[in-house]
């Protein structure tokens, strides 16, 4: 993907709504935020985190099932998207962390395999104060006027893809897309993300650049890339994967910045060899 890098259930306070055989959608409460989660499945556990502007249940939607079916599937939302709470607080890759790492915690995993999409891509106007808020609000605004047709066109420009988009943005996705732009808290969140990204030391180097640090894994890491990715080139993944000692890559052709909903047959089929 672009980039991949790759319990007891009992106490969540809501009786969880089944999604499948195997898997369920609840909420917990880890301290003070409430958190909207997937889960089910047996085995090993995998947890999955999604990208920006995205949730558990919308970037996994193909994916989840499939993987349910040999381990134990996490796939939370992350604070300020999906269902889960969205505080007034400032967004960044260092807080999502801790998330994702008090979510184990309180999930009773020890260890687990992670399976991460890309935080980012391409912010353009989003960046700058003001004209940010005003470019949400048109894009939470045309979710709702603009035909189903045009939103997919405009996706597929952004991500790459080049696959029958009434499939992978079916009308249920754009249903939970809505939802998620019209809910209270969501652009300020997203917004605070994305400039936390885009700050002076990010961008000449700053905290968000590991590249010098690669070498320094001691676990296996598995890149799955789509070989039409506009935003992050393969270059990129042939070179991480290069200066990482354990590190491999597959690349998925005829997909672009996200391969695990363009070619999910064969995105889990890659994902299954590696896990297994």
């Known amino acids: 993907m672009s980039p991949f890098w790759a319990l007891p259930m009992d106490r969540d306070d809501k009786a969880p709504r089944p999604i499948s055989r195997k898997l369920h959608s609840g909420f917990i409460d880890i301290g003070n935020l409430r958190v909207h ?8 556990p995998v947890v999955f985190v999604h990208g ?10 193909s994916n989840l099932d499939s993987v349910a079916v040999r381990h134990r599937v996490f796939a939370p939302d992350l604070p300020g998207f999906g269902r889960t709470d969205k505080p007034r607080v400032r967004y960044t890759v260092p807080y999502f962390a801790r998330f994702v790492r008090r979510y184990m915690e309180d999930r009773g995993l020890r260890s687990a395999a992670l399976v991460g999409t890309s935080l980012g891509g391409a912010y353009g106007l989003v960046t700058v ?52 732009y019209a809910a209270a808290g969501f652009r300020e969140a997203y917004l605070s993300t994305v400039r936390s990204l885009v700050n002076p030391r990010a961008l000449f180097g700053g905290q968000h650049d590991v590249t010098r640090r690669l070498s ?44 695990q909903a363009e070619r999910p047959e064969e995105f889990n089929r890659v994902l299954h060899e590696f896990l297994d």
Do not use: C, Q
């Open 37 to 44: 989660h997937m889960y089910g499945g047996r085995g090993s």
């Open 52 to 61: 920006l502007g995205s949730s558990g249940y919308m970037e996994w939607r």
């Open 129 to 180: 104060p003001r004209v940010g808020e005003a470019v949400m609000n048109f894009a939470r605004d045309a979710l709702t006027w603009a035909p189903a047709t045009l939103v997919r066109r405009v996706a597929a420009r952004y991500s790459g893809a080049s696959v029958d988009l009434n499939r992978t943005m079916d009308d249920g996705y754009l249903n939970d897309l809505r939802e998620m």
């Open 216 to 259: 320094e894994l001691k676990i296996p890491v598995h890149l799955i890339w789509g070989a039409d990715d506009p935003l992050f080139p393969l270059a990129h993944a042939e070179r991480a994967s290069s200066m990482m000692g354990r590190g491999s890559l597959a690349v998925i052709y005829g997909a672009g910045h996200t391969p």
